[in-house]
């Protein structure tokens, strides 16, 4: 374990592994920013180094991921105007977060209100896109606001398959938005975590929807509605989730569809405790929930827009070649349509690959999903 001096940390700065104290106490979680309130706050207790096995990580490699072709795929077939506002969107949530982890109240309403304003449309318009993102944003280190969007997204997109009307669509994009807020009151020790969480660390963890509650009510002044469905979205179809273990209807809709959304976000991205599920088993998962975590009709409406095989997954043919899924058929959800990155030669195409529909091309089937990162392996 090396020594840094406290005059080389700058905030903002990440290293790959743990910081800590005296070699005992945790300075800061790997990958997580320092805070310049960390900083005074250790200077004005006399403390002149800290110290670490990790090495200090460039944040652009936090958000890009590690494969070079998932770049180029998500590069090569999505709008850049999209791309850019799912990543800007990303970029100003994250600042709100930090300045509520550093107990600043001058927020100013406005700035989600910009984010929802222009996400809303975009997801409307280019919501294949949108999903690809969310499939392959899952590969790399997930971040707060990361799943957040990816949950709003997500969200509104069972809503519009409900069509809900525009005011109730903006409640849910908000209330998804900002439903995991409450994490930033956590420490952030408890959230990175590895292994399981202490009865008293459970305990704690379990506070975050009533501060989400709390935040979104008294700092960024949203009404009771958006504040009650973030408050609410970690309450079970059966009655045994929490803060007040309501069951089935009692449970507002648009809480329910976060639920939903939420358990899917989570299970295709890379957590402290395990790595991401591809789209497809965790599509499974969710239908073999039994009514027990999800409302079941708000699982069918999930499925029928997403596909059991989603929009950006990765999928081995019969004849060995390899494709994205970019589109699906509601009807036929195990025949979607399929861009080929790798042929049944080898030869890989991540810009210029066959389409194919696969409902209409009936001697070629999906014999599995697999992971994105085993592309490069192949």
């Known amino acids: 374990m090396r020594s840094i001096s406290i005059n080389e940390i700058k905030a903002g700065i990440r290293f790959s592994d743990d910081v800590y104290i005296d070699g005992d106490t945790i300075f800061v979680p790997k990958e997580l920013p320092v805070k310049q309130k960390d900083i005074d706050r250790l200077k004005k207790w006399g403390i002149d180094t800290v110290q670490t ?6 944040d652009d490699v936090l958000k890009k991921g590690d494969s070079d072709i998932l770049n180029e795929i998500l590069e090569a077939h999505a709008d ?4 850019n506002l799912y990543t800007s969107s990303v970029s100003k949530l994250e600042k709100i977060f930090n300045k509520i982890q550093d ?12 984010i929802l304003g222009k996400l809303l449309p975009a997801i409307k318009e280019n919501k294949e896109d949108m999903i690809n993102f969310i499939i392959l944003s899952g590969q790399g280190k997930s971040r707060l606001a990361v799943s957040s969007v990816n949950c709003a997204v997500l969200s509104v997109i069972i809503g519009m398959e409900i069509k809900f009307p525009q005011q109730k669509l903006y409640n849910l994009a ?3 938005l900002l439903h995991d807020i409450g994490m930033m009151k956590i420490p952030p020790d408890i959230q990175q975590k590895t292994g399981g969480l202490e009865e008293k660390e459970l305990k704690l963890m379990k506070t975050h929807p009533l501060y989400s509650y709390k935040i979104i009510k008294e700092v960024l002044k949203y009404g009771d509605e958006i504040g009650k469905i973030a408050l609410q979205h970690h309450e079970r179809w059966d009655g045994k989730g929490y803060p007040r273990k309501l069951k089935e209807k009692d449970i507002p809709l648009l809480s329910r569809i976060i639920a939903v959304a939420d358990a899917f976000e989570a299970m295709i991205s890379t957590r402290p405790y395990r790595n ?29 827009t997403m596909g059991i095989y989603p929009i950006g997954s990765i999928v081995l043919l019969n004849d060995a070649s390899i494709g994205r899924v970019i589109g699906v058929h509601p009807d ?24 194919i529909d696969l409902l209409e091309k009936k001697s070629l089937f999906i014999a599995k999903a697999i992971n994105p990162e085993d592309i490069e392996k192949t």
């Not at 107990?103 to 910009?114: C, F, L, N, P, R």
């Open 80 to 83: 850049t105007k999209v791309l």
């Open 332 to 355: 036929a959800p195990l025949r979607p349509k399929i861009k080929i990155i790798v042929d049944a030669e080898g030869n890989k195409h991540p810009k210029s690959g066959e389409k």
């Open 103 to 114: 107990d600043e109240t001058d927020i100013d309403k406005k700035d989600i209100d910009d």
């Open 276 to 304: 991401s599920m591809i789209g497809y088993k965790a599509m499974r998962q969710l239908l073999n929930d039994n009514s027990r975590r999800f409302d079941s009709n708000v699982l069918k409406v999930f499925i029928k």
């Open 174 to 176: 908000a209330a998804a």
């Open 53 to 58: 096995q990790g090495h200090l990580i460039d």
